[in-house]
């Protein structure tokens, strides 16, 4: 069984007096493992016989395994666990960026959390960049662990040490910014009907940008039908497709990492969750409505040659000048001038748009059990379980959406958008039950 066996030194072709103790031991496959490098006959024997006992009970770990390089398991480890495309775009990223330029070349079993730890302090990147670098380097050391790599994952559970500095001012992030009704009105009305519909719908309703992007007029103003006090509930809704509801944009890969271009294509939603039907409020049905009668493409809020849009390109074409303004431009080909726009929010973004959608809902009071489901959120808690939406609670929601909007025409002093809804007013005080009216009958087309 286990023992040792001397391993002389060779210089220039020849063997010298000098040597050391290699461990021999049986694997666990009936062949002969070796490892070189004892002083002693005894220390090497009894290597030998712990890996032999590791192997009778079952806990054996391969050294040569173990000495794997980091940077080649890690391609192994995310050619074994495929996620949504941009996702593992992201990872990627991550990889190629921050972690393999430090971990690449280094043996799994020499990682360890101090040194990853005083690494991870040290990124030239921001913070929440830092962290999901760790947590990605500790997901593949458990994925070691799992293929019998490492004993143990030096990474898990551990709390990252922050970086100390002086004490700055909290700036502003995107995700606390959030927009008055009367700024959502005023950038809609100003990016015209289909591209201002997108910026309403997301406000109004809490889609995600993907979610929006890749919505097919098949999933807008289906109804929901619940039965409710002797009779029926019925509301408009859009549906977020449990298989293509999100149009996904990044930068696609092969198996080991190389970048093989853009890809823009439909995936399902991020989570369970995200595949919802949202309640939509009378006003947006009703703009909804007239919007499909007029769009000639499959696609609800693309481009207006029927393509997707990338975000970046929506972003610089029509968020940032609406938000941020513009000069006045003059006639180019394909465009007659157009005046100059003041700025309405500066620095306002899509996000920013969804994350409005789930203030107003805090701010008339919508239930948690409602709200987490239409804003397509996973609600914690044993609540999650027991408490369910009511008809009652969707209808709260739908009253307040629209006097929201309604109230902002009134601040406002508008009785359309884009020309094309009246607003019939009912009286101060009332509860909204009105719903806008289409001008200048059915007939009417906006460009």
């Known amino acids: 069984m286990a023992h040792g066996e001397k391993v002389y030194k060779v210089v220039k072709g020849k063997q010298t007096k000098t040597f050391t103790w290699r461990s021999r031991y049986k694997r666990p496959d009936g062949t002969w493992g070796s490892e070189p490098g004892f002083p002693t006959k005894g220390l090497a024997k009894q290597w030998g016989e712990e890996q032999e006992a590791a192997i009778r009970a079952g806990r054996w770990i391969d050294p040569d395994l173990q000495r794997m390089h980091f940077g080649e398991f890690a391609r192994k480890w995310m050619r074994a666990k495929p996620k949504r495309g941009a996702t593992v775009g992201k990872r990627w990223n991550l990889l190629e960026q921050h972690i393999l330029p430090k971990w690449e070349h280094t043996p799994l079993i020499s990682i360890n959390w101090f040194d990853v730890d005083s690494w991870q302090q040290g990124l030239a990147c921001d913070e929440v960049t830092a962290g999901h670098a760790v947590t990605l380097m500790s997901s593949i050391l458990t994925g070691a662990v799992d293929a019998k790599h490492l004993t143990v994952n030096p990474l898990h559970a551990r709390r990252r040490t922050r970086p100390t500095s002086a004490p700055t001012t909290k700036k502003k992030t995107d995700e606390e910014k959030w927009a008055a009704p009367e700024v959502v009105l005023q950038m809609a009305e100003r990016l015209g009907p289909a591209v201002g519909l997108h910026v309403l719908a997301t406000a109004f309703t809490g889609l995600g940008w993907g979610e929006g992007a890749g919505l097919h ?3 807008v103003l289906l109804t929901r039908r619940q039965a409710y006090d002797g009779g029926w509930f019925e509301c408009p809704v859009i549906r977020v497709d449990a298989e293509v509801g999100e149009l996904a944009e990044y930068e696609g890969r092969d198996e080991d990492g190389t970048k093989t271009g853009l890809v ?3 995936e399902p939603p991020k989570n369970a969750g995200r595949a919802r039907d949202i309640d939509v409020p009378p006003f947006l049905a009703l703009l909804l409505r007239y919007h499909l009668a007029d769009w000639p493409h499959p696609y609800v809020f693309c481009t207006p040659a029927g393509k997707w849009w990338r975000r970046s390109n929506f972003t610089r074409s029509n968020i940032r000048p609406a938000a941020d303004g513009r000069d006045a431009l003059p006639t180019v080909k ?4 157009r005046p100059k726009w003041e700025p309405i929010m500066p620095g306002l973004t899509m996000r920013d748009l969804r994350h409005t959608h789930d203030t107003y809902q805090d701010q ?17 808690g044993i609540k999650a379980v027991y408490q369910h939406p009511t008809p009652s609670m969707r209808q709260m929601r739908l009253d307040g959406l629209q006097e929201i909007y309604e109230r902002a025409m009134h601040n406002l002093k508008w009785r359309s958008l884009w020309g094309r809804v009246d607003l019939v007013k009912a009286d101060r005080g009332a509860r909204p039950t009105n719903i806008p009216q289409m001008i200048n009958g059915d007939q009417e087309r906006v460009a």
Request: hydrophobic letters at 35%; charged letters at 20%.
């Open 264 to 266: 823009l294509q439909l």
């Open 217 to 219: 007029r098949d999933n």
């Open 364 to 380: 008339i009071g919508v239930r948690p059990a409602l709200m987490f489901e239409q804003a397509g959120h996973k609600r914690p």
């Open 334 to 337: 394909g465009h007659a001038p």
